[in-house]
């Protein structure tokens, strides 16, 4: 197949029971998604483990800090050979250059922003004293990231068709939240599934439990490859 553009989310608490997945999989048929969990009890072993393994790897750490420190951390995840770094939108232009900057290279990881968690509400924005609701902010912070170069965002599917028609058909979109019809919603609260994220304008879905818990995860991503690929 051409380009995979299912990221596995590997929301393992350690290394045995990651490989026991990969172990399954093939570099040729998805990406994977390393988090904060498995990282922080990892580290960046794994990482380079799975990158030896021909894996392009999406560093999920999501930085947010000062611009010189996020600078930092991008360039040592590129020089772990990942292929995805992301970095939180509301860390402000400045912070945004500084990764946009520290990422220049050609063969540098794409770098995504993170706008606004699809687990905060109105409640939660006006809590930390943001008074606009969170459609608006992920609108305001796309369009922030895309100004300062930023290669794409992390969104939700419903959020996928505004941004694609506003910011063009060069921005990335990584969606999570996917389910096929037969899989269980578990705690995520708006599901769409594949076709209809792809049809929405996502390039990249982020697809965790319905693969990972999966009977049969390589079967899995076969049959969600296969509805894809006919879009
Ligand atoms: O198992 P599931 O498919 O729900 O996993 C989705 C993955 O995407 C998890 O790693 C989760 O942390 C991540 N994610 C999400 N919603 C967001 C951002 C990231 O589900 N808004």
């Known amino acids: 197949m051409s380009e995979p553009r299912i990221i596995v989310a590997l929301d393992f608490p350690d290394e045995a029971s990651t490989m026991q997945l990969v172990e399954q999989l093939e570099p040729e048929l998805c990406r994977l998604k390393v988090g904060k969990e498995l990282f922080t009890r990892t580290g960046p072993q794994l990482v380079n483990r799975l990158v030896t393994l021909g894996y392009d790897v999406f560093l999920d750490l999501k930085y947010?800090?000062?611009?010189?420190?996020?600078?930092?951390?991008?360039?040592?995840?590129?020089?772990?050979?990942v292929w995805m770094v992301n970095v939180h939108a509301l860390g402000g232009p400045a912070m945004l250059a500084a990764a946009r900057n520290a990422l220049s290279a050609s063969d540098a990881p794409l770098l995504i922003a993170v706008?606004?968690?699809?687990s905060s509400s109105d409640q939660d924005l006006h809590a930390v004293g943001i008074d606009r609701s969170p459609g608006e902010m992920v609108n305001r912070l796309a369009s922030l990231a895309e100004?300062?170069?930023?290669?794409?965002v992390v969104c939700s599917a419903q959020e996928a068709q505004q941004l694609r028609s506003s910011l063009g058909n060069g921005f990335l979109l990584v969606t999570p939240g996917i389910r096929l019809p037969s899989d269980t919603a578990d705690d995520q609260k708006r599901i769409v599934s594949p076709?209809?994220?792809i049809r929405q304008g996502s390039n990249y879905l982020v697809i965790g439990r319905p693969i990972t818990q999966?009977?049969?995860?390589?079967?899995?991503?076969?049959?969600?490859?296969?509805?894809?690929?006919?879009l």
């Open 195 to 197: 076709v209809d994220a």
């Open 64 to 81: 947010h800090d000062i611009p010189n420190t996020v600078a930092k951390a991008c360039r040592a995840a590129a020089d772990l050979g």
């Open 115 to 118: 706008t606004i968690l699809t």
């Open 214 to 230: 999966a009977k049969a995860p390589l079967q899995k991503l076969l049959t969600i490859n296969s509805e894809i690929s006919q």
């Open 147 to 152: 100004h300062e170069g930023i290669d794409g």
